[in-house]
């Protein structure tokens, strides 16, 4: 499972966040002038690629205007974190960093695919589904959006679970883990070294688990007056709200992070963070070595410092930098 992350972890330069991913065998880190993808490759070593962000998604105007932001920063999020896994997978069978496999058709067609299979999975069954119940059962348009919500939420936990028994699954898992202590560690100002990033949580408020979990419920909120007869228009409707659906997720991941000490917010982010517990696991000191490799070169590109992460750390984890 792709383990995507809005942004989070602020900074000195405002409302700015970071985040990333988990990838095959490393991290994936987002700053905002560059991202950054650590994996550890067959020898052992760690590789690690740069390439800036695109100032017209990251920087512009447009992004920073709330609802519009997270649609925008989803998208690139999906495409940025397909091509990062492309490249991760490379370089963890011990292809050349600069591999094709990064960009280009290949990274398209994968991403076109993903999108389908979710969308027939996680849209098209549970509206179908719960069109049924309306239809056959005589339940309620409130009803039958509480059945599609119902199932669509099952279907998402089934899928967590069940990938999850995967080894190579649990593994990306594990790096998740090591991403949200990287992350947790920043945020609290601590030395980023392994020992120090050990001790923070594998949860974070602004995972994208979370924000998954918030999309379905919203989801249902919004789609209980479009309960079609038409298999078309429902279906449909769904599809053309889903942008509208994720801005205003996103907005409430970032009010609930900034209010997460209020006992109401606490209580609505408390069901976000268990089920992390299913995409995250605990990770090894190598795999918060590669989640610290990643994180460093998107702080030295914002022109931070990086709390105790001292040179011999890195130069320990054997890492290279890639060209953009």
């Known amino acids: 499972m792709r383990a995507v992350h809005l942004t989070k972890g602020a900074n000195a330069l405002g409302n700015f966040y970071y985040g990333g991913q988990a990838v095959i065998e490393g991290v994936m880190m987002r700053g905002r002038q560059r991202a950054a993808i650590a994996v550890r490759d067959p020898n052992g070593g760690i590789v690690v690629h740069e390439e800036p962000l695109p100032a017209r998604i990251y920087r512009s ?20 974190g397909t091509r990062s896994l492309m490249w991760s997978a490379d370089v963890a ?12 058709p290949m990274a398209w067609g994968t991403l076109l695919i993903s999108l389908a299979v979710g969308i027939g999975i996680f849209i ?20 039958a959006s509480l059945i599609e919500g119902v199932v669509r939420l099952v279907l998402f936990i089934g899928y967590i679970v069940l990938i999850g ?22 945020e609290a100002g601590a030395p980023l070294n392994p020992a120090s990033v050990a001790r923070y949580s594998t949860l974070h408020t602004r995972c994208g688990t979370s924000f998954l979990l918030f999309v379905l419920v919203i989801s249902i909120i919004l789609f209980t007056p479009l309960q079609f007869d038409n298999w078309f228009l429902r279906i449909g409707s769904r599809l053309l709200l889903v942008p509208v659906v994720a801005g205003i ?32 696991r605990e990770p090894d ?27 011999p750390v890195l130069a320990a984890a054997a890492v290279s930098a890639g060209g953009s």
């Open 165 to 186: 028994r995967l080894p190579d699954v649990r593994r990306v898992f594990s790096y998740h883990g090591a991403e949200h202590k990287t992350i947790n560690a920043y």
């Open 249 to 280: 997720a996103y907005e409430f991941l970032r009010f609930s992070t900034q209010h997460q000490n209020n006992r109401v917010m606490r209580l609505l982010i408390a069901p976000g963070l268990a089920m992390q517990r299913l995409t995250t």
């Open 61 to 80: 105007r447009v992004s920073q205007i709330p609802f519009i932001r997270g649609m925008v920063l989803l998208w690139d999020a999906l495409v940025l």
């Open 285 to 311: 000191e190598t795999m918060l070595e590669v989640a610290i490799a990643a994180l460093h070169p998107v702080l030295v590109a914002d022109g931070l410092e990086v709390p105790g992460a001292a040179a």
């Open 93 to 104: 069978i011990g292809e050349e960093e600069g591999s094709q496999g990064f960009s280009g």
């Open 124 to 143: 098209a069954v549970p509206a179908v589904l719960g069109g049924a119940a309306e239809r056959w059962l005589g339940v309620s348009k409130l009803g």
